[in-house]
């Protein structure tokens, strides 16, 4: 039998590493091709990996809690019998995957000093290089303000419960994992894209009504309730058959007309905000939306999401208007080119379709943000502008398969 490497695979667009959470097999252990044996955190969510190979797990080289990098070998599968040269794939692993250290964060609690030459002593900057102390941070006592090899031990021995503009420290959350990826993403985003974003008010008065119309039928044949978000999903959804523009990704500098749509709803989680994927939207009855919305939500909060579950979003809903938000200008979700947020529902006194008289209509505030570079203003108007359409006519919301 040919050795084979398990290695620390790629589970996403962003990933760069992984930790090994638990292996599920021992070394000795008679493992299946295909059969789970190990679990891995990712970027995103915990996932079980499958072997690779049939035989036996000889060798486990990634103990558990430790982060790889993907492409390094973390486990051996071979016979039981077969000879092993563990030290030269070690080398090997050496030579072509490089181990990187990452300095840890310079210790500062001290009022950053002015910019310009900082003038110290070799013996000082030896030393603080050694502690890994950011020297724009000390304060010389030297002849001229030179920082001498005591003034970095003085700033060592100082507390470090201060910000570096003195303010106390009340606790030091570490970005890393799931929130690393978002700051990274989030950041990304902005730099990337040409963000816009524009608002309109739509009259939910016939959404209401639409919804109050399905929700007996289905709860009485499936026990559940339709959310006002899975039903936006549904109607965003065939908005995008009709404007495949917005429904698009710029890859390879080339604009890339996608052929499915994918509807990602961002979901409050613990530590933050996820995005599942519910694939295959316009296909989808109402219904059908739900179920797996519903599924979707139940193993986010639970740690339970696949990494299918997360992936090949084409467009992103994301709904705050539970926490009272009436506006918000929501972030692209790389490398989609457009995300819709949703606002509360209030009434209010509208004036609508010529009419003289007000009247109190329960109303609500989507957010269309787009890239420009992919979408003209003009037609990230007409897209919001036909959700806003359909919405406000209770007859094309009756038309859209629901049950």
Do not use: C
Request: charged residues 30%.
């Amino acid at each position: 039998m040919t050795i084979t490497r398990m290695i620390m695979p790629k589970l996403g667009m962003t990933m760069e590493e992984g930790t090994v959470v638990q292996w599920l097999k021992k070394e000795g252990d008679t493992v299946e091709k295909g059969e789970k044996i190990l679990e891995i955190e990712t970027d995103k969510v915990t996932i079980e990996v499958e072997a690779p190979a049939t035989g036996v797990l000889r060798k486990i080289i990634a103990a558990e809690n430790k982060i790889v990098p993907i492409g390094r070998t973390i486990a051996i599968i071979a016979d039981s019998d077969e000879e092993i040269d563990l030290e030269a794939i070690m080398v090997e692993e050496t030579r072509t995957l490089p181990s990187i250290t990452l300095p840890a964060a310079p210790i500062s609690h001290a009022v950053e000093r002015p910019t310009g030459r900082i003038i110290t002593s070799p013996r000082a900057k030896k030393f603080a290089k050694e502690k890994n102390v950011d020297l724009r941070y000390i304060r010389g006592t030297g002849p001229g303000g030179r920082i001498i090899e005591k003034d970095v031990i003085n700033y060592l021995e100082q507390p470090t419960d201060l910000t570096r503009t003195g303010v106390k420290i009340k606790e030091i959350l570490p970005i890393r994992g799931i929130r690393k990826v978002i700051a990274e993403r989030m950041s990304s985003s902005l730099q990337t894209a040409a963000q816009l974003t524009i608002t309109m008010e739509a009259d939910v008065s016939d959404l209401a009504r639409f919804r109050n119309l399905i929700l007996p039928t289905i709860e009485k044949k499936e026990g559940i309730r339709v959310s006002y978000t899975e039903i936006l999903v549904k109607v965003v959804a065939k908005v995008l058959e009709e404007f495949p523009i917005v429904n698009s990704i710029i890859e390879d500098n080339r604009i890339k007309l996608l052929d499915e749509i994918n509807i990602g709803v961002a979901v409050a989680a613990e530590e933050a905000l996820i995005v599942p994927v519910i694939h295959d939207a316009n296909k989808k009855s109402i219904l059908e939306i739900s179920k797996v919305s519903k599924d979707l939500i139940n193993k986010t909060r639970s740690g339970k999401l696949s990494l299918n579950d997360l992936s090949k979003g084409t467009f992103t809903v994301t709904n705050l208007g539970m926490f009272g938000v009436d506006i918000f200008t929501p972030i692209l979700n790389p490398p989609e080119s457009g995300i819709l947020g949703v606002g509360r529902i209030i009434k209010k006194w509208l004036v609508k379709n010529g009419e003289e008289q007000p009247k109190i209509a329960p109303t609500m505030q989507l957010s269309l943000t787009w890239d420009h570079r992919v979408i003209d203003g003009h037609i990230a108007a007409q897209f919001l502008r036909r959700i806003k359409e359909i919405i406000e006519n209770y007859n094309q919301l009756f038309s859209f398969k629901w049950i």
